[in-house]
């Protein structure tokens, strides 16, 4: 009785074992029509160095599309608050304009603090830019989402946000992450 007990079990892991199998199967030919944003993946920023980290949203850039993507100086060196510039064609009533973008790669633990955000208005006009963009390996605080939100023409993209584009520019991730 123990050995048809037995074998029995095995019975039952053995089907288990293969419906598993066809399960995964079906899982990998449906994967590729998948949308990005149900599957989770997560990025450890914290094995890039500010200069991965910075070439990295350079790369984003790109692939977004914008165009005459440039770095301003060095990494560590002091930039004013602007790491990249970019130019932006965008559909308006009159026809195709070119934007100027400027935007600043944080690359720390640190918080964005006020100061960082009361500057955009400064930094557009220094620059002469149509919009700011913000790209930070971390969480932003619920504080300083509402300042960024109350700015005009400012994105931005935190930890979460910087998950979903890197799904979604694969080729970027595996550069970076190896993925």
């Not at 984003?60 to 130019?87: C, H, I, K, P, Y």
């Not at 500057?119 to 963009?133: N, R, T």
């Amino acid at each position: 009785k123990r050995i048809n007990a037995f074998l029995d079990i095995m019975e039952v892991e053995e089907k288990d074992c293969q419906e598993y199998k066809g399960i995964q199967e079906m899982y990998n030919k449906l994967l590729p029509f998948i949308s990005p944003e149900l599957l989770h993946e997560e990025y450890d920023f914290s094995k890039l160095d500010d200069r991965e980290f910075e070439k990295m949203c350079r790369d984003l850039l790109v692939d977004m599309g914008f165009q005459n993507v440039t770095q301003r100086g060095n990494t560590r060196a002091s930039d004013g608050g602007v790491d990249l510039e970019a130019d932006m064609k965008v559909e308006t009533i009159l026809g195709e304009q070119k934007q100027h973008w400027i935007f600043q790669c944080k690359h720390t633990k640190a918080q964005i603090d006020r100061k960082d955000i009361s500057e955009i208005p400064d930094l557009l006009e220094e620059f002469q830019a149509s919009g700011y963009g913000l790209f930070y390996s971390g969480m932003l605080s619920p504080q300083t989402m509402d300042r960024i939100k109350k700015k005009e023409s400012v994105i931005y993209w935190a930890k979460g946000e910087l998950e979903i584009l890197l799904r979604k520019y694969k080729n970027t991730a595996i550069r970076y992450f190896g993925m």
